[in-house]
């Protein structure tokens, strides 16, 4: 069974950091492309950041410099890194294996999107 199970999330004060982590059964995360969305009350599914199979990444200008992808192959579990968090990071965030055509930058109307394979979310909550 494909599953995607993220963690991590949390309450935290403005300027903290968090790491959330997203690890998989069913499928190598070395083998895929895995994205990082979230979305806050109100707001479209905002894309993130992505990890290609060959370790390329790409973020959005929104989290460029603050956010950090990264994976362990040997734990099959795909991470980010979120430093100097702000109120607006306030959202659930999502973890995906999605397929060639996603892009990094392209939000979509609602998360968990139609394609890929998604986890059920974890909330992050930044306070001032």
């Known amino acids: 069974e494909v599953q995607v199970v993220e963690s991590g999330g949390g309450a935290v004060q403005a300027g903290e950091s968090l790491r959330l982590s997203c690890t998989a059964s069913?499928?190598?995360?070395?083998?895929?492309?895995m994205a990082w969305y979230r979305q806050g009350s109100g707001n479209e599914c905002e894309s993130l950041s992505l990890i290609d199979s060959h370790g390329r990444t790409s973020y959005a200008d929104s989290v460029k410099g603050r956010f950090s992808i990264s994976r362990d192959n040997a734990k099959n579990t795909v991470y980010l890194q979120m430093n100097s968090l702000k109120p607006e990071d306030t959202a659930v965030y999502y973890c995906?294996?999605?397929?060639?055509?996603?892009?990094?930058?392209?939000?979509?109307?609602?998360?968990?999107?139609?394609?890929?394979?998604w986890g059920q979310g974890t909330q992050v909550t930044v306070s001032s």
């Open positions: 069913g499928f190598v995360v070395g083998d895929s492309r």
């Open positions: 995906a294996a999605v397929p060639p055509w996603i892009l990094v930058g392209i939000n979509l109307r609602t998360c968990p999107g139609l394609y890929g394979n």
